[in-house]
């Protein structure tokens, strides 16, 4: 990784960033949550923007979204990555572009993507906003490697 080169996907422009695994069931929601409450000070769990105590099961939080708006918070150093439970089709996490200031938070990144996507077996997309299909990183589970994608001039 060559900070360089990707440190223009995280200038701020008023929209977050996007951590996207595609083609998930219950079943890679349930393995994504075990890896995140194995670190209990790191996540945090909102409903109607109220901290609550974080659920033991990913389906719990599925239930609570029918009526409420969930969030889980999960620390990464200096990153706040959100998940909103939208589908169990589609594992999603946003962040703020601004808290990627230098190689450490983007290795922190590539770190937690690479974690997830051994959980998963899956693909793990870092896009902008709502853009799934425009990676700025990607971890194939092929390679059970994540690579940068440079903005070249």
Known sequence: MDWSKIAPHFEADGSLRDIYICGTSIDDWASVWTALIVEPRCLAFTIDGELSTVPSV??????????????????????RLNCHFFSEEEIEFDLDPRDVVGPDEAKQLAEFMTRMGRVTSKEVRLTPENEVGSAIARYEPVTDELVWMPITA
Request: net charge positive; charged share 10%; proline share 0%.
């Open 58 to 79: 990913v389906t719990t939080a599925f239930l609570l979204g029918r009526a409420h708006s969930v969030c889980a918070s999960y620390a990464l150093g200096r990153q």
